[in-house]
């Protein structure tokens, strides 16, 4: 059997990217299969401040660094979503979108997280029209204008503070009465002027008229109370959960759909891999995933090696 590749890595995010880096780095042949953007999250990411070294990169700037490292060392790389891996005898089959299936000696998932939907009637149909879950993409359309934030947690409130460049005031709308974020972001959300925080409501209704949003219902939860706050724009960061669908016959996840792996990064299946957010763990951030990267590159390597 001809297996065309040491190593498929799927998903071009901080951990495929340094996966990719030191693969290749490992004379391994090396494939990234990307379904969308190369960067993964760090494309939606306006500004990095804590990757260490790097005070201040914005995201689509440290991707790009980050994916010219990994190519300038060999990796190759497609853009084609994974539908099914199948693993065979010492090698296994990765069964992508367009209908190929390639064939490697190792995979290492890094599909990362999808972004929660808001779960309102008409969402859907105006996403992408009054509704977005890329602040650094569209926070231009609402330039001047009032937005709504829904979510306390880092990205709701790194990109609210984002859009207060661009936008006229950020109502920030939060379920409990605290952030989630770290609390240096917290600080600088509260001290600016541009930024309203409303505590305790969630969103009940869009408010659209003439086709457009034109605002936001909001239920306060201790009281049931509805309040209509008026915003042309509305940024769901309400969190987000593991891409591993094609995943799901394998038994390598857990309850919530996350990667199972062991401190080489190895799921119970030999030879396939996890890294990055796609993993269950505690705390998912660039440099989190870069380690999980580096790591399962190098147990690749050594399971390679023999
Ligand atoms: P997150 O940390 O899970 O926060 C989600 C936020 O949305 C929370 O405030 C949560 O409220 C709220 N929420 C969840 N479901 C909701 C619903 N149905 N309706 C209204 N609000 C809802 O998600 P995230 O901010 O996307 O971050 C994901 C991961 O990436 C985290 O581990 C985060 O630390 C990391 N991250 C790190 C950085 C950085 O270090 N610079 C930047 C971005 C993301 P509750 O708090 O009440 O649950």
Known sequence: ??????????????????????????????????????????????????????????????????????????????YEGCEKIVPQEGYFEVHTAYGNVLTSKCVIVASGTKERTL????????????????????????????????GGGNSALEESLYL????????????????????????????????????????DALVIEDNKVKGLVIRNVDTGEKTTLECEGIFPYIGADPSTEFLK???????RGYMVVDDSMETSIKGL????????????????ATNDGAIAANSVARYING
């Open 249 to 255: 016959d394998l038994g390598v996840l857990d309850a």
């Open 273 to 288: 891999f996890g890294a990055g957010d796609v993993v269950a763990k505690d705390l998912r951030q660039v440099v989190t």
């Open 1 to 78: 059997m001809d297996v065309q590749y040491d190593v498929i890595i799927i998903g071009s995010g901080p951990a495929g990217l340094t996966a990719a880096i030191y693969a290749s780095r490992a004379n391994l042949r090396t494939l990234i299969l990307e379904a969308e953007t190369p960067g993964g999250k760090l494309t939606k990411t306006y500004e990095i401040e804590n990757y260490p070294g790097i005070m201040k990169i914005s995201g689509v700037d440290l991707a790009m660094q980050m994916m010219e490292h990994s190519t300038n060392w060999g990796a190759e790389m497609e």
């Open 164 to 203: 207060t460049q661009l936008v006229n005031k950020v109502n920030i709308i939060i379920r409990r009465d605290v952030f989630r974020a770290e609390p240096k972001v917290v600080e600088k959300v509260r001290n600016n002027p541009k930024i309203n925080i409303i505590t305790k409501s969630l969103p």
């Open 119 to 150: 779960d309102l009637p008409r969402a859907e149909e105006f996403t992408g029209r009054g509704i977005s879950y890329c602040a650094v993409c569209d926070g231009a359309f609402y330039r001047n204008k009032d937005v709504a934030v829904i």
